[in-house]
């Protein structure tokens, strides 16, 4: 833990990217804390710069400025031989789309991350996932290779005992029923002492959560109970 006991804890972190002669601000002096217990859904439009965000908490990607410390860690002063361990052992990812690493298929991605976790289910799992067809089919085929490996009691990425729990858009193109179950995966991960971020931009979902931070143009403009009250995932509606 960091030294306000916070897991997720963020000073100043801004984001540039260059794109041609341009610059991108992704991130701008985004500071936050999130604690174990903690389900945090972050919110935001398109481009406000939610995966940035998650991508640097989960040290995928380094902030242009500021200072990230993860599970006690400096991410942003730790060697790669650091970082790596801090992938395998710090976080783990529900991902919105499917490819990490260009240079690997689909199947090396996840069996990557099946050998952090030491975990073979969630090998079988890759192999259903990639082996269930048509990238549209690929958007609702985790949950049944999911149930099929599980028999719905535990949930492969889920099921790591890394600290920190991180899900881009984990309920994106996937039906109300199967949303819904992922939700309450991602509420009970907090309850077990994770920290857990979810992404979306969905302000329904939002309301499940205990904290809402919303990001607009790569600024933290909201951070606090949502709005409207919170609400249990069963009266949920979108
Ligand atoms: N590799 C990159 N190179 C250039 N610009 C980038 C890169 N990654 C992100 N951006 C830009 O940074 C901003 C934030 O992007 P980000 O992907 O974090 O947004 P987001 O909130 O996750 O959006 P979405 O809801 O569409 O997933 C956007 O303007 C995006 O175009
Ligand atoms: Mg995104």
């Known amino acids: 833990m960091g030294p306000s006991g916070a897991l997720v804890e963020l000073s100043g972190v801004g984001r540039r990217y260059s794109v041609g002669s341009n610059e991108v601000v992704a991130l701008a002096d985004v500071s936050l804390r999130v604690a174990a217990e903690d389900l945090v859904v972050v919110l935001g439009p398109s481009g406000s710069g939610k995966t940035t ?10 902030p242009s400025e500021g200072r990230v410390v993860v599970a006690g860690q400096d991410i942003t002063r730790a060697s790669r031989k650091e970082l790596f361990a801090f992938r395998r052992h710090g976080v783990s990812f529900v991902f919105q789309t499917f490819n990490l690493f260009p240079a690997l298929t689909a199947l090396e991605n996840v069996e990557f991350g099946a050998d952090a976790a030491g975990q073979d289910h969630v090998r079988e799992v890759a192999r259903c996932w990639i082996a269930s067809g048509s990238p549209s089919e690929r958007l609702t085929s985790p949950t049944s290779c999911w149930a099929a490996s599980s028999n719905g009691s535990d949930r492969a ?33 907090a309850h077990t002492g994770r920290a857990v971020l979810v992404v979306t931009h969905n302000r329904e979902i939002a309301r499940v959560a205990d904290r809402v931070v919303e990001l607009s143009s790569g600024h933290v403009v909201r951070d606090g109970p949502p709005e409207g009250g919170q609400l249990e995932i069963a009266d949920l509606r979108w």
């Open 53 to 62: 965000l998650l991508n640097i908490i989960g040290a995928l990607d380094s």
């Open 157 to 189: 990425p889920l099921a790591s005992g890394n600290p920190i729990l991180l899900a881009d858009e984990p309920t994106g193109e996937l039906d109300f029923q199967t949303g819904i179950q992922i939700l309450e995966l991602l509420h009970a991960q």
